[in-house]
């Protein structure tokens, strides 16, 4: 069994689990970043703390994400909040974020779900115009398909960086 928080963009569900979730914010200024990569739409100071801001729907080929009063960043924890946790969780492989705490622009916030492992199925090569490559598997809930994101290939991360 596993959590995994949804977030929306357009009509599409996606989902990350719940262990590499930070906080879930709305969106505060974006400072932009000259000669960033055009998926980086910049970065936001968190309490002290400088987010660097990918947009999520650029990221994945479904263009710029719109900034609505819906809009959210949800902030991934860094590697370093995860060395204890990986140690412990039962998804150890899809537990690789950025050494830099990063978040994600998404149009809008979902539920937690708690899916049971059979529930998870492998992702297709592609799911309309996002490359399979950037998820780690899909979920059937009802009439909604979540597609439950890789961080590790969303951030750029290879798996074999990560500590053990």
């Known amino acids: ?34 000669h960033a990569t055009h998926y980086i739409r910049g970065l936001v100071n968190l309490r002290g703390l400088v987010v660097t801001v990918f947009d999520l729907g650029e990221r994945l080929g479904m263009g710029r994400t719109g900034i609505s009063p819906a809009s959210h960043n949800v902030i991934l924890k ?27 622009l998404v149009d809008g916030i979902g539920d937690v779900i708690t899916i049971e492992n059979e529930q998870f199925e492998l992702p297709p090569a592609n799911l309309g115009t996002i490359d399979g490559h950037f998820l780690s598997g899909v979920v059937q809930l009802d009439k909604q398909l979540v597609a439950v994101l890789d961080i590790a290939m969303v951030l750029g991360q290879a798996r074999n960086n990560a500590a053990a």
């Open 1 to 34: 069994m596993r959590q995994i928080a949804t977030m929306r963009l357009g009509e599409q569900l996606f989902g990350v689990d719940i262990l590499l979730v930070r906080e879930i914010n709305r969106l505060v200024d974006i400072t932009p970043v000259p």
């Open 78 to 104: 860094a590697e370093p909040e995860l060395a204890r946790i990986r140690l412990q969780a039962e998804f150890k492989e899809e537990l690789i974020s950025s050494d830099d705490p990063t978040g994600l």
